[in-house]
């Protein structure tokens, strides 16, 4: 099995990459806000819950987004040959919670893509889907909310993968076909 995380701050086109590998490898997609927005639309509990942080640009708690994320694992582990973390983790918890779970069932994560882009970017991006797609959450005050969020929590994760010697930064600026070649040089120079 080959598992791979694609991380990034909000907007870095982690779910317009993920996409394209699921294609390219055949690998199982986990997204974790996919899961979240699915909850929300069907008027769930867990999508009560989900609303009432992402609104406001904040994150899920730890607890409880690691169930979400293991009980979707384990729903999917019987036909996947491998597995893209798409949004998850975003905390160093979050990290060590993935480690223990894929550990205890005999997995670990191969590769962590990091897709870099400027704040600018960002926020260009997400103001221009927001006004596409209508995402409660792609307005300027909470995409700003989102990114203070993103630096201060979710970025150590890139000391965190660098050490475990699993992080590979990708220049996440320019055409996505572009972005697609340079992500799958560094995986294929971390597998052969
Ligand atoms: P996500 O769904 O993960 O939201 P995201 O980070 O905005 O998505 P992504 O980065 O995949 O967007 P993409 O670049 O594809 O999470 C939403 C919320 O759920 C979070 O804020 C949080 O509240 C909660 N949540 C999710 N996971 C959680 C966790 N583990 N713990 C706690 N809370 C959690 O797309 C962005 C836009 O850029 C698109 O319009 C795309 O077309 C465009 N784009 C992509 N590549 C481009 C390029 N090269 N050039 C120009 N535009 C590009």
Known sequence: ??????FGAPGSGKGTQSEKLID?????????GDVLRKEIAAGSELG?????????????????????????????RPESKGFIFDGFPRTIPQAEALKKMLEDRGEEVHSV??????????????????????RSDDNP???????????STTSPLR??????????A?????????????ITEAIESQTV
Do not use: C, W
């Open 113 to 134: 893509i990091g897709l870099e882009v400027a704040d600018e970017e960002l926020m260009e991006r997400l103001i221009k889907r927001g006004a596409e797609s209508g």
């Open 48 to 76: 009560k819950i989900a609303d009432s942080y992402i609104s406001k640009g904040q994150l899920i708690p730890d607890e409880l987004m690691v169930d979400i994320l293991a009980s979707e694992f384990d729903r999917l």
């Open 141 to 151: 005050e909470t995409i700003g909310n989102r990114l203070k969020v993103y630096h």
């Open 170 to 182: 990708i220049q996440g600026s320019g055409r996505v076909d572009e972005i697609f070649s340079r």
């Open 24 to 32: 390219r490898y055949g690998l199982t997609h986990i997204s974790t």
């Open 159 to 168: 000391d965190y993968y660098t050490a475990e010697g699993t992080y590979r």
């Open 1 to 6: 099995m080959f598992n791979l995380v694609i």
